[in-house]
């Protein structure tokens, strides 16, 4: 029998983040929060994400809150547990390259303003677009938390993964997270990984999956036996399924064994009574879907995310094209193939998926979207696999294929970003808000000061 490492397991609780927006799009609001922050704080979790990702773009587009304040509002609420977010490395939490004086400055305030702990990832896997994010998170006395987007593929071995965490180290990463976005790793596969990675690097190894395929739990028992130190976790309310396993589970799945969380369950419990309401009423607004609690293996049989197919069936239902799916699914791996085997996480997800629409309904490659040629040119970064050049030249012409680091190509922006919002901006907060949401965040500064404000919180004791 396998031997369970005599070390604690710890926790990163995702409630405030990626359980929402695996759940509920990123709409659980502040005053949501609130009231269970303070158990929350004495919890004794690793840490607690709850910046990041899409919920930036959701408080100005959707929730009318300003994504700062909130940051400043949960630090102050959770002064004593790090406070974690994801970041999309030179993307930072917006859909293009920034110049790296936006990313500098970007990381030095969202530090100043709460966070301690930054998962820096890039959807390619390129070292190239995480290097000025990793270095800015340390300039600023952060925690760098530097992730593998895990795929599998013809290049993507154990090898591959180890390589990248040993060339993620060497640029300064505190700790390395394999990020199975698409809950695509299994049990035997997660031992051997782990196992490597410890033996490949003196860092924390850090695991995040979902539990789209049902396998979550197994997954973590699995890399806890190896040796894994932290896993993402969500409260139940807003667990399994499109989200993480749920915390309470694992917490008592490993009570009283080597790796004991030390968690207490009836603390748990209190939190997610919380949230259980919070659920029901994101439920009766029809912001939570029930159908995202399911099991989809459906991932495992094609290596498409979840959210990724719920994009694919829009497409299709738009062109009235629905009869198409199965044919959809099955060019997915091809495009991806021709592509160079890019990771399916945004926004290569979504590219990926969209050529594969278009090469159904259309022919094999009679036409490109944007993106494809961006992504075929370059302008995302290196892909990991040998491009078919024959489809690269069908779709580029004679526009030449970017070799260098994309965002060498961009000037410094911030001076002209201040110019260009002086009239709006009354903070750097706000030029970076700019920056990131040009098409929305302006329209939310001028309208922010009207923002009814939350005047009375009903905290849990």
């Known amino acids: 029998m396998l031997q369970m490492p005599e070390k604690k397991l710890y926790i990163t609780d995702t409630i405030l983040r990626d359980a929402h927006q695996s759940h509920a799009a990123t709409r659980m609001r502040i005053e949501d929060m609130l009231p269970a922050c303070e158990i929350l704080d004495n919890m004794g979790y690793w840490s607690i994400e709850c910046w990041g990702g899409a919920t930036f773009d959701s408080c100005m587009r959707f929730l009318g809150e300003d994504p700062w304040e909130r940051l400043r509002i949960l630090k102050k609420a959770m002064p004593k547990t790090p406070l974690q977010m994801l970041l999309r490395?030179?993307?930072?939490l917006g859909y293009r390259h920034y110049a790296d004086d936006v990313v500098d400055s970007f990381c030095g305030r969202m530090i100043e303003n709460g966070i301690n702990v930054v998962r820096v990832f890039d959807a390619?896997?390129?070292?190239?677009?995480?290097?000025?994010?990793?270095?800015?998170?340390?300039?600023?006395?952060?925690?760098?938390?530097?992730?593998?987007?895990?795929?599998?593929?013809?290049?993507?071995?154990?090898?591959?993964?180890v390589k990248q965490a040993i060339t993620l180290q060497q640029m300064g990463a505190d700790v390395i997270c394999i990020k199975d976005m698409a809950n695509l790793l299994l049990p035997k596969d997660v031992y051997s990984l782990v196992t490597k990675l410890k033996e490949a690097v003196d860092l924390p190894i850090h695991l995040h999956t979902h539990d789209t395929t049902g396998t979550g739990s197994m997954i973590y028992f699995a890399a806890a036996l190896a040796g894994v130190d932290i896993i993402d976790c969500a409260l139940s309310p807003m667990a399994t399924g499109t989200s993480q396993p749920a915390t309470e589970s694992l917490v008592a799945a490993f009570k009283g064994t080597p790796r004991d969380t030390g968690?207490?369950?009836?603390?748990?419990n209190k939190a997610?009574?919380?949230?259980?309401?919070?659920?029901?009423k994101m439920q009766d607004e029809g912001i939570l879907n029930p159908k995202v609690l399911r099991v989809d293996p459906n991932t495992l049989i094609y290596q498409v995310p979840g959210g990724m197919l719920s994009n694919l069936l829009s497409q299709l239902k738009q062109a009235n094209a629905e009869d198409k799916y199965e044919e959809v699914l099955a060019e997915v791996p091809r495009v991806r193939?021709?592509?160079?085997?890019?990771?399916?996480?945004?926004?290569?997800?979504?590219?990926?998926?969209?050529?594969?629409?278009?090469?159904?309904l259309m022919g094999r490659y009679k036409t490109f979207t944007k993106e494809s040629?961006?992504?075929?040119?370059?302008?995302?970064?290196?892909?990991?696999?040998?491009v078919n050049e024959e489809i690269r030249k069908q779709a580029l012409g004679d526009e030449e294929v970017i070799t260098c680091r994309p965002a060498d190509l961009l000037a410094n922006e911030m001076d002209e970003l201040r110019k260009n919002v002086s009239d709006i901006a009354k903070c750097e907060e706000d030029v970076l808000s700019c920056a990131l949401f040009p098409q929305v965040a302006p329209d939310f500064i001028k309208k922010r000061d009207h923002i009814e404000e939350v005047k009375e919180i009903n905290v849990i004791w």
């Open 263 to 268: 968690l207490d369950l009836s603390s748990l």
């Open 272 to 280: 997610a009574a919380h949230f259980k309401g919070v659920a029901q």
């Open 337 to 360: 193939k021709d592509f160079g085997y890019p990771p399916l996480v945004t926004p290569t997800s979504q590219i990926v998926g969209s050529q594969a629409v278009l090469n159904v």
């Open 89 to 92: 490395g030179q993307n930072l």
């Open 124 to 161: 390619l896997n390129d070292v190239r677009n995480m290097e000025v994010a990793m270095k800015a998170v340390k300039k600023y006395g952060g925690t760098c938390e530097a992730a593998l987007s895990y795929t599998t593929s013809p290049v993507h071995s154990e090898e591959y993964f």
């Open 373 to 386: 040629k961006m992504l075929l040119q370059g302008k995302y970064g290196r892909l990991p696999g040998e």
